[in-house]
């Protein structure tokens, strides 16, 4: 098995309807993690931010922030929890969230009950 | 109950157009997140983990079968089919959208609810005990006060924006069940010798992470005087409050630094420089809201009501429930329902619309037409004849609202935790579902008796975990989760702060160490000796040497 | 900057005096509490009217006696949330003050009614907000809860209305 690769991605909450999202390569915001672009370089991280911040002018995302991920064979995993449990759902819920909608990707779901 | 007239349905629809205004200009972007954030907050409206949060008042946590069927209907149309039932009488929706806000308002609106003041730095719902006007202990409802007091507090111009938060909490028994002593403001109703009635006037308490017993300012405070006294108060708290640093900013922290005394005496000049108005129409208001208080008309019934008798010995399931879940009313022939939200394994609070649907169809047939929200996150239905006890029972039981464990180790309070909250340091929800399966055995409960096991996701103690004989407290520890158990609190009349008692635990042994502090509890109970008994009279040794003795 | 009163927008003609320094030979002067203590004598023998700037840490009950000599006294709002001018506010009203109060600071259309309620009725608005925003904010609601407010015939007050025998609220003049 490879070692998966360690970077920062953006995750931001959409203005109008408070869904956890993730900025994607093409600059899009995607409910789904794997779908988030990883800056794997501090400068790549900064960027992806500044992008955020646009998008936070223009009304469609809130609150953005970068978190650390890694990701293995195209799928990405949070660092923490919390931000596992964003991109998944409640982990006492697991027929509510992103979870249940076939949105819930990242490897391994949160080890809960 | 309280009914809105016209003044009351005018001011919460233009509050509602105000707000649907403003999410218009955030949406269009007229409006940055940092301007809007305080507008929304105002609301109720949050931005948790998954998406918005609204936050909807109860005040004084009562509620009309209709107004519950709302409440239901609110979260099968814009929610995820289930709201969740705090601490502090309010419902929460966890799923809702932005847009969808404004219309979630105007339905509250068309029952006389709305969710002003649920969150910022203003006065929040006002809370009171979930028995009033039902209970045995009774001096008086406190209700009338509490709705007063919502009214007075609503867009409040000079306290909207204090230096922090600010919760008021009002109690008419003697046995405290509305933790007053734990309040911002607590208020605990008197009856003198000649028969008057004062209120004793308690600031200076609160959980988060200094918590404090507060402290008794007035000892008999007349009626008509409480709300230019309250405004009193509330000006030296926004003037004097700490705003340089927000976990030093409750009133609690200013009553600490400057002294209860000199605090006291700052109250006193201010109250005694203020221009008295006459407070006639405060009379006359309160006169007016009373009258909506009017207990229902009661039959009058004997004590003992053999069908309840015969029912008990027939449906021993029944029996355990009846002895555990009703509480002692005032009037003959009449019991307290307090309906369990916490089934075995289930999560704290949770109601889902289809019982919420139940529980407002029991109150209209045979409760008139009353519910409450406690603060233990249960559900009371306050006048139901015993004779309705069995019927009331099985259609519980049918929508899994049936749990027996009212006042119990399965009754345990958690606040949403790291499930759903930002805040959050750790999950307490898994935590109560392990601990409830843990003590699934309803003999082994009712054998433990009376306990308040409370827990919280982080420092800020939505979950009481301070005041609960066992207290939760979830933390991180360099990413991973892990518990710190406190014991010895209350938030009852004797009210105190639990004490740490070691070393944390990580969630999955949580229940175990739970069982072990029970487990010596039971072997050094003296006959009758309720758990908090048994640990204010050891202390905390024998419950360490249990807990952290070497395998 | 031109201040809002009344809903419309007018020039404001006040000189800010300085924590030093000569005061302008004529002309009506705004100066801090301070200043006001120590130049007591030379500033009431001044032609012009006298204004005041108040922190939000000095006590509205020490202004008593100079209370009557003022025109305008200005209040700072150095966050939006920093709530303690409402209180400075309306204690001054309670203490009879008829001058001018004027806000200044982070002054936001969405707390332009609280301030007219605790008895504010001059704003430093800057250019952030349309007058029409200010204008629709300073009615938004046409009720309120609480007694003792500072702008009746705008918004009623429930209780008081609920509880006196005067003209129904619904036809009397309001500002909406
Ligand atoms: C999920 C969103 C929530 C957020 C963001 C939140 C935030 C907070 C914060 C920051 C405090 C600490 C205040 C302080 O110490 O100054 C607090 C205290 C408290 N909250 Fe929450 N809370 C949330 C949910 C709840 C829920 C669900 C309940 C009821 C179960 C609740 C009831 C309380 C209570 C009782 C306190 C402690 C009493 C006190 O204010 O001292 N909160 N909350
Ligand atoms: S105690 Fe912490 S985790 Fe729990 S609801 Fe309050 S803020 Fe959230």
């Known amino acids: 098995m490879t070692t998966p690769e360690k970077g920062q991605l953006v995750t931001a909450n959409r203005l109008r ?9 093409g600059g899009d915001w995607s409910e789904v993690i794997d779908e988030a672009v990883l800056a794997l370089e501090p400068q790549a991280a900064a960027a992806l931010e500044a992008r955020a911040r646009d998008d936070e002018k223009k009304t469609i995302v809130t609150g953005a922030y970068l978190v650390d991920a890694e990701r293995l064979e195209g799928r990405v995993r949070a660092a923490h929890i919390r931000e596992r449990m964003r991109a998944l759902g409640p982990t006492v819920r697991l027929d509510l969230g992103k979870q249940a909608e076939g949105k819930g990707a990242g490897f391994a779901a949160p080890e809960g009950e | 109950m309280y009914r809105y007239d016209e003044f009351d349905h005018q001011f919460v629809r233009e509050r509602t157009d105000q707000f649907r205004n403003q999410t218009e200009r955030r949406l269009s972007g007229a409006l940055t997140e940092d301007e809007f954030r305080p507008l929304r907050l105002m609301n109720g409206l949050y931005l948790q983990l998954h998406a918005y949060m609204l936050r909807v008042a109860i005040p004084y946590g009562t509620l009309s079968g209709r107004q519950m069927r709302q409440l239901a209907y609110i979260a099968d149309t814009w929610d995820k089919g289930y709201g969740h039932f705090t601490t502090r009488q309010n419902i929460q929706y966890n799923w809702v959208k932005l847009e969808d806000a404004p ?11 709305h969710a002003i003041q649920t969150s910022g730095n203003c006065i929040r719902n006002v809370t009171t005990d979930h028995w009033a006007g039902a209970a045995a202990d009774e001096i008086a409802d406190p209700r009338p006060v509490g709705e007063l007091l919502r009214q007075w507090s609503s867009l409040h111009p000079e306290f909207s924006f204090l230096p922090r938060k600010f919760k008021i909490a009002v109690t008419g028994a003697p046995h405290d069940r509305a933790a007053v002593k734990v309040h911002d403001i607590g208020l605990r109703l008197h009856k003198n010798d000649a028969g008057e009635i004062g209120w004793e006037v308690i600031v200076g308490g609160g959980l988060g992470r200094t918590p404090m017993v507060g402290v008794t300012v007035r000892d008999f405070l007349p009626q008509h005087e409480l709300i230019g006294y309250l405004e009193a108060i509330m000006r030296v708290y926004n003037l004097y409050g700490r705003r340089d640093n927000k976990y030093k900013a409750r009133i609690k922290i200013l009553v600490h630094e400057i002294g209860a005394d000199k605090f006291k005496s700052e109250v006193e000049a201010e109250y005694a420089r203020r221009p008295h108005p ?27 009501s053999a069908s309840f008798e015969e029912a008990k010995l027939a449906n021993p399931a029944f029996a355990r429930w009846a002895r555990n879940n009703l509480g002692p009313h005032h009037v003959d022939g009449y019991a307290i329902v307090n309906i369990s939200l916490k089934p075995e394994g289930g999560i704290p609070g949770d109601a889902t619309g289809d019982q919420m649907r139940v529980m407002a169809d029991l109150a209209e047939r045979f409760g008139s037409d009353e519910l409450r929200v406690s603060h233990a996150q249960n559900i009371v239905l306050p006048h139901v004849k015993k004779d309705d006890l069995l019927t009331v029972y099985q259609a519980l039981e049918k929508a899994d609202l049936a749990a027996a464990n009212y006042g119990l180790a399965g009754d345990i309070i958690a606040c949403p935790g790291l499930d759903y909250c930002a805040l959050a340091t750790a999950r307490s929800i898994p935590v109560a579902q392990s601990i409830s399966r843990k003590f699934a055995d309803s003999k082994k409960q009712d054998e433990i008796g009376k306990l308040k096991i409370n827990i919280s996701g982080c420092i800020n103690a939505c979950g009481h975990h301070h005041v609960g004989h066992i207290g939760i407290l979830g933390l991180d520890k360099k990413g991973e989760e892990f518990y710190q158990i406190t014991l010895g609190g209350s938030s009852a009349e004797n009210a105190s702060i639990g004490t740490i008692l070691g070393p944390g635990f990580a969630g999955h042994e949580v229940a175990d160490a739970i069982e072990t502090i029970l487990d010596t509890y039971l072997k050094h109970r003296e006959a009758g000796e309720e758990f908090l008994a048994t640990y204010r009279r050891l202390g905390p040794k024998p419950f360490k040497e249990a807990l952290y003795a070497t395998a | 900057m031109p201040l809002l009163k009344n809903n419309v ?39 012009g009217k006298l204004g005041l700037r108040l922190s939000n840490t000095d006590r509205p009950e020490a202004l008593g006696t100079f209370l009557p000599k003022l025109s305008v006294i200005v209040l700072p709002f150095p966050a939006f949330n920093d709530g303690r001018a409402y209180s400075i506010a309306r204690s001054l009203r309670e203490m009879g003050y008829r001058g001018e109060l004027r806000a200044t600071g982070n002054v936001l259309p969405d707390q332009l009614q609280f301030m007219l309620q605790v008895g504010f009725d001059a704003f430093e608005i800057g250019e952030r907000f349309p007058l029409e925003t200010w204008q629709k904010a300073s009615r938004q609601m046409s009720l309120a809860y609480q007694r003792g407010l500072f702008r009746r015939g705008s918004e009623a007050e429930i209780w008081t209305e609920r509880h006196t025998d005067a003209e129904p609220w619904l036809e009397q003049p309001h500002a909406g």
């Open chain 2, 278 to 304: 006459t407070t006639e129409v405060e009379e006359r208001e309160l006169a007016r809201i009373a009258a909506y208080f009017a207990p229902p008309d009661f039959e009058k019934l004997p004590r003992w």
């Open chain 3, 9 to 47: 927008l007018v020039a404001d003609t006040w000189i800010n005096a300085e924590a030093d320094g000569d005061f302008p030979a004529s002309g009506d002067v705004i100066v801090p509490f301070a200043r006001l203590l120590k130049d007591w004598g030379e500033l009431s023998a001044r032609p």
């Open chain 1, 17 to 25: 309807d408070g869904i956890a999202v993730f900025l994607t390569r």
């Open chain 2, 103 to 113: 219309d979630i308002l105007d339905a509250l609106a068309a029952v006389e609810m």
